[in-house]
């Protein structure tokens, strides 16, 4: 029973000296975390399946039946001092992570906020918003639609007949089943002639889609602004003074318009609109310089515009002997372009924090 004996007690003398830098602990949270699996393993070393102590449990059995009582109690009593010295420290480690973890996640209520940057609108969207805001002062109402449409809506209806160069594929986008992306808003016109019937006062801001290579001034998705007016008795003298209007409230009661003959399937007649430069007032120098949005000339070309063609107005039940009425349609992008004096449009559309900024 000696030698039995002295096995148990280099195991105890074994677990001891290991034990011994956990005796006395004074830890922060980073170490404990560590020192809890160092705690773990030198419990499965020490008291595990395989330990001294494990095996000298087994020899009980072997001792002589008179001394075979004491012997066990002795192992037992040596086990159970292992591990309520385990358990304890354990319990101590446990504390100190639990508290380290909670002083992180503490909230110093002194330290100033964090501040939520705060996002700006983009450029196309204040344009866009400045000129809905002033033709809802003149009476007229905000329509939108869809941006995939028929080519019944985007060419026919258009009084824009089959053959009719803007129908090619190379100028208009198409879907797989033969829907086109709108190549203009005047889209909208239709379906809301259809929808509302006339009278109509409309603008129709929105996006359209043409398949023009990526340059300083093309992009191939860009924002149109479309007006429409139908009613008795309208004529190019009302287009003329509704056009210059709003022209005048947006860059001031100086600013003049002309318009140029042109031609679109839509309008007959038909005329390009120019105002007078907003930078130069119409004199084509700055400082003694040529005046940059004008290139000099004094103008700058907007838009195009022109009388309701009587085939569109039949295309919605409308009588063109009845009703007459006007429509012109300008590009957001060249608008923003000027008034920001941007020099590539397609800055529009990078989604570059460092440019889209500059417009709070
Ligand atoms: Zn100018």
């Known amino acids: 029973m000696i030698e039995e004996r002295a096995t148990v007690e280099a195991a105890k003398a074994a677990f001891d000296s290991e034990f011994e830098k956990f005796e006395d602990l004074a830890v922060n949270g980073d170490d404990a975390a560590a020192l809890l699996n160092e705690v773990a393993a030198l419990r499965v070393r020490h008291t595990g399946k395989k330990s001294s102590l494990a095996e000298a449990k087994k020899l009980i059995g072997k001792v002589p039946p008179e001394s075979r009582g004491e012997f066990g109690q002795f192992v037992q009593s040596v086990e159970k001092d292992l591990v309520e010295r385990l358990d304890g420290v354990e319990a101590l480690l446990a504390a100190a992570v639990s508290n380290a973890k909670t002083e992180a996640e503490r909230v110093?209520?002194?330290?100033?906020?964090?501040?939520?940057?705060?996002?700006?609108?983009?450029?196309?969207?204040?344009?866009?918003?400045?000129?809905?805001?002033?033709?809802?002062?003149?009476?007229?109402?905000?329509?939108?639609?869809?941006?995939?449409?028929?080519?019944?809506?985007?060419?026919?209806?258009?009084?824009?007949?089959?053959?009719?160069?803007?129908?090619?594929?190379?100028?208009?986008?198409?879907?797989?089943?033969?829907?086109?992306?709108?190549?203009?808003?005047?889209?909208?016109?239709?379906?809301?002639?259809?929808?509302?019937?006339?009278?109509?006062?409309?603008?129709?801001?929105?996006?359209?889609?043409?398949?023009?290579?990526?340059?300083?001034?093309?992009?191939?998705?860009f924002h149109q602004i479309e007006g429409l007016c139908v009613d008795k008795g309208i004529t190019m003298a009302h287009l003329k003074g509704t056009v210059t209007e709003w022209l005048k409230r947006l860059f001031g009661e100086d600013t003049v318009t002309r318009f140029r003959p042109s031609y679109f399937p839509f309008t007959e007649p038909s005329a390009e609109f120019d105002f007078s430069c907003f930078k130069c007032h119409g004199t084509g120098k700055l400082e003694g310089e040529r005046c940059r949005p004008c290139?000099?000339?004094?103008?700058?070309?907007?838009?195009?515009?022109?009388?309701?063609?009587?085939?569109?107005?039949?295309?919605?039940?409308?009588?063109?002997?009845?009703?007459?009425?006007?429509?012109?349609?300008?590009?957001?992008?060249?608008?923003?372009?000027?008034?920001?004096?941007?020099?590539?449009?397609?800055?529009?559309?990078?989604?570059?924090?460092?440019?889209?900024?500059?417009?709070?």
Do not use: C
């Open 108 to 221: 110093d209520v002194t330290l100033p906020g964090r501040r939520v940057k705060r996002g700006t609108l983009h450029p196309i969207t204040i344009v866009r918003q400045r000129i809905e805001e002033i033709f809802v002062s003149m009476g007229y109402s905000i329509e939108d639609d869809r941006e995939i449409e028929t080519d019944y809506y985007n060419f026919d209806a258009l009084n824009i007949p089959e053959g009719h160069p803007a129908r090619e594929s190379q100028d208009t986008f198409y879907t797989t089943d033969g829907f086109a992306l709108r190549s203009q808003t005047s889209t909208v016109q239709i379906r809301a002639m259809e929808r509302r019937g006339v009278p109509i006062r409309i603008i129709a801001p929105g996006k359209v889609f043409r398949r023009d290579t990526p340059d300083m001034t093309h992009v191939p998705m």
């Open 295 to 360: 290139k000099g000339s004094g103008w700058i070309e907007l838009g195009g515009s022109g009388m309701v063609h009587p085939n569109v107005l039949k295309a919605v039940g409308v009588d063109p002997k009845v009703y007459s009425g006007f429509a012109f349609g300008f590009g957001l992008e060249r608008m923003a372009a000027l008034m920001y004096s941007i020099d590539d449009i397609r800055h529009l559309f990078e989604n570059d924090l460092r440019f889209l900024e500059q417009f709070g």
